[in-house]
């Protein structure tokens, strides 16, 4: 017999290692093995079965060119073993062997191999809590639970869902209940604002403004105690309230799989993520490992992360592939790029947060700018929001989040940022990134390149700005110390004079320099216009003239509106 | 009198340059001189103005906060004064002085600086043939002539336009003219393809597919000898046939305004284009140029390039506003990216295309993909192509192109990878670039992966790859020496089987194994499938049984269709 390679686990990265291998070595013997029946399917699309988007369960089992990719297809067209309903039990190092058992009868079997693989992926996190088992309660981590949910929801009889856990998949499956079927959704999570890993407060802000404008309820900073019910799940439980619910989804996270690598010796994180090197080895060099199980360098911090995405299990698996056939290929670590669809908006980063940035210990300056999306004369424009953290000491891009209407070129921005990150990029490379420029697609002067600059002018200790939450704090509580001066036309600025009299002021940016008498020197000044163009210009005129404390709001009026903190629509006391 | 900047030119550069300068040091004196009426205008917004999606001429030429950047603008909001309608007519460097002329008294007057910033963009290259001086010949150069085309072909008496010149600007005016007002439009191109110094001819071929599904006639390899007719155009004479036109538009390029500059003694390159170093100077210290009137470095070649893009005035502009404020801001120099939309296609691209890779001696690689957009279960998924040239020798990415129905898409992924070879780009790099995934924007194994795999497997001599190009030689050529073997499913295959019997044949991949007896082994097998990831994995299969001359079809069925060349379609014989 030839070389036999093993593979445990047969979604994402086992079936991409082991095809990848084959093509290297097409003699070679390879056998994938699964607990499920259904394999390599594309997980990520489950939130758009649920919806459905994906009308059926099968177009996420197929190739782009509609073969359906079970044992059969792994067979014919891969030359690769499939064992489904087969669970690895243990693996015998010494021995080189790991023993299985079929999940059906039961029958406990040993399979030699020469090089293993570990692709035994992630968990939904259990919570301890009572009622999880009711019906009616699910995650949604494989096609099963897809399954279940859909049947549930397309019997018309569910009228209420509560979503635990505001993540990606949180998110993407309130959505689809929302958006598809006109489920009331609710959304329970325990950090204060949505994405808590992903978004900063002002970001997550805007995102919580759009799904509420959908009718989505939406409860930070609140623990689910319990789930209760008659014989099914009824009503969710939380610290602060109580939810009605037909349908519960589970969604707050996932743990990665490290049992089978921690009990055969293999070294596993404390959080349970199989350790691996960049050629992803494990600590045993017959021994490969790589998706949702693994905790992978985070080019960053120079850390270690669990990153469960298929992009990465894909980008690892061809690696292992490469290497299993005795090549050199590594996998670099990753900057933690994603990207999620919430009705008409989109939310892509890359890197840390900023308070991720600070919790790291870099001395972090955020730069946010509010931008169209293309040429401002083009029809169809729209405003993005970038938002770019940088260290001060090394002026290196630690993280980049952006929110906009159009995904795919917000999505695009960020992928050319992720892509420079890896490589080392500091705020200068931004301000000069190559981003393709015609009207149609993007500005002569793109956001990406203006986030590039404001983030250069804060480290120059030039743009002295504040955040739209900061704006408002400061207009509810310093409204004494502070004068709020908008630099924008009249036209725009008449109806906040109208709405706060003696409160906001104006006066136009082009005639700042001629009513210099008109702006008292003894308070702090906060200049806002719509994006932060003419404030920031406006900051410069009022320094030059010796005011002393100017401040000018990061965003404009743009930033407070998307965050449901426009003044004009503010409560009366 | 404090320090005193002037800057020659009004338009993208000259303004980013004056009011970074100005933001940096609010107190100096600055002045801007313009031969135009018209200043600080968007010209990339012109073919958009022809056509109508902009309607009004005065939207190019206001900020995206609608003010109109005239000569009120400057002065109010920016505080630098622009003199419109004064030339510069000389630069008297010993003595630090412009001498200027009115364009309208005729009076000159001598403007003394401290610093200089020659911002004279570039002129429409005049095409030395009779009759360009007619009525009804037109460049696209101004805001002048964008009003004379628009004017002209909105009193409906224009129902035949000629294009000389398949650039950027020669393609958008032919679609403004065809798309959005109906005329019957032709474009002559002097070399063999469209967009000769951006495209593949493959990917050329592409785009002209979709032009002339679009009613858009193009004449490849002619030159235009003479425009005719009596007291105004009425047809373009070229070597090779005579084209009735109404209105014919001049877009053969542009060529650098270096006069001025050469003229004062500055260095200037034999094309016309003021040399530069990194920081922006001339060979004058004192005297800074960017735009359309200077070489860049070309930072995949090392050499020097002329790059008449609005986005390089831009970034050029605010880092010589910079250093005219003493600091020390660099322009590394670029790649060349460019966008284009085309009716319902996009074009886009950085760096070399294979030919000018060649060219520039490198010993070049390109890998053609053709795959979905997003996820390939996700609606709405379109195919994208991407051609990747990579060097032998260092495995470096020395230019990207593709071709796709959606733009930010597309424009995207072309992004990434121009920040990447920013830096230094290798076949590797691409195979793990972290674009964003989630399966609304893109694939696990996303289409900017895939084409950097496909790279390294060609470095690595494992695909062995032909275009749909040499598909169609091989095809129509050597049909007695090639057994053209579809490996796709019968259902797809079907058709081509009947309309080319005997030389069409049919296995699917995955019975390609058990199947091996029918395919001869003296012959080239030419292996095609929808994309190519099939006929890649045949040849794999078929080489492993000891067949040794195998070819797959990159791109396959796909580039095939897009490029017009379906054999399904072929004209009988």
């Known amino acids: 017999m030839s070389e036999h390679v093993v593979i445990v686990g047969a979604v994402a990265l086992g079936p991409k290692a082991a095809c990848r291998f084959k093509r290297l070595r097409p003699g070679a013997q390879v056998t994938m093995i699964d607990r499920d029946r259904i394999v390599s399917y594309g997980g990520c699309g489950i939130p758009y079965f649920i919806s459905g988007d994906v009308s059926d369960l099968k177009e996420l089992r197929t190739t782009s060119f509609k073969l359906v990719r079970d044992e059969a297809f792994f067979h014919g067209c891969k030359d690769i073993d499939v064992l489904t309903r087969t669970e690895a039990v243990r693996v015998d190092r010494k021995r080189k062997v790991v023993a299985t058992r079929n999940l059906d ?32 309660v699910h995650a949604v981590a494989n096609l099963h639970d897809a399954e279940a949910v859909r049947g549930l929801i397309s019997t018309g009889k569910a009228g209420r869902a509560v979503v635990v856990g505001s993540g990606f998949i949180g998110l993407e499956v309130a959505e689809a209940l929302a958006e598809m079927w006109g489920l009331e959704v609710a959304v329970v999570e325990l950090m204060d604002h949505l994405l808590p ?18 009718g989505v309820e939406l409860y930070f900073g609140e623990k689910v105690l319990s789930i209760e019910g008659d014989g099914k799940a009824e009503r969710v439980v939380t610290d602060k309230r109580v939810l009605e619910a037909d349908l519960v989804v589970l969604a707050a996270g996932v743990v990665p799989n490290g049992e089978l690598a921690r009990d055969a010796g293999l070294a596993v994180s404390p959080r349970g993520g199989v350790q691996v090197d960049e050629t992803m080895r494990t600590s045993d060099p017959d021994i490969f490992s790589g998706g949702d199980c693994v905790e992978i360098k985070n080019v960053i911090t120079g850390g270690s992360m669990h990153l469960p995405l298929g992009s990465m299990a894909n980008r ?43 919790q790291a210990g870099f001395d972090a300056v955020s730069a946010l700018v509010i931008q169209f999306d293309r040429a401002h004369f083009f029809p169809g424009k729209e405003l993005m929001s970038l938002e770019v953290t940088v260290d001060r000491a090394t002026r290196k891009v630690l993280g980049i989040q952006g929110f906009g209407p159009s995904g795919d070129a917000l999505v695009g921005r960020v992928g050319a940022v992720a892509a420079l990150m890896q490589k080392g990029c500091r705020a200068e490379d931004l301000s000069v990134l190559e981003y393709p420029y015609s009207p149609p697609f993007s500005s002569a002067m793109d ?28 207009f509810e509580g310093k409204q004494d110390s502070c004068f709020f001066l908008d630099c924008r036309e009249p036209d725009n600025a008449g ?63 743009a930033g407070l509106k998307q965050s449901g903190l426009d003044p004009l629509k503010q409560e009366e006391a």
């Open 105 to 136: 009868t039961g029958v406990e079997t040993e399979i030699p191999y020469d090089k293993l693989v570990l692709a035994t992926g992630a968990s939904p996190r259990k919570l301890d809590i009572p009622g999880v088992d009711l019906p009616g």
């Open 197 to 214: 890993r992903n978004l900063s407060p002002l970001l997550a802000r805007m995102a919580s403004h759009h799904l509420q404008e959908k």
């Open 316 to 358: 690892q698996g061809r690696v292992i592939g490469t290497n299993l056939a005795g090549g050199d290929a590594v996998f670099p670590g990753a900057v933690g790029s994603f990207a999620v669809k919430l009705f008409e908006r989109n939310i892509a980063g890359a890197g840390l947060t900023p308070e991720q940035a600070k």
């Open 447 to 474: 956001i990406v390149n203006t986030v590039g600059t404001v983030a250069e002018n804060m480290l120059a200790g030039l743009n002295q700005g504040i955040s739209a939450e900061q704006f408002e704090a400061y």
């Open 495 to 557: 109806p906040y004079l109208t709405r706060h009299p003696g409160k906001w002021h104006n006066i136009p940016q082009g005639q700042l320099r001629d009513r210099l008498d008109e702006i008292p020197r003894d308070k702090t000044v906060v200049l806002i216009c719509n994006t932060g163009i003419r404030s920031y210009e406006g900051q410069i005129t009022l320094e030059q003239a010796g005011f002393k404390d100017v401040l000018n709001v990061h965003g404009g009026m």
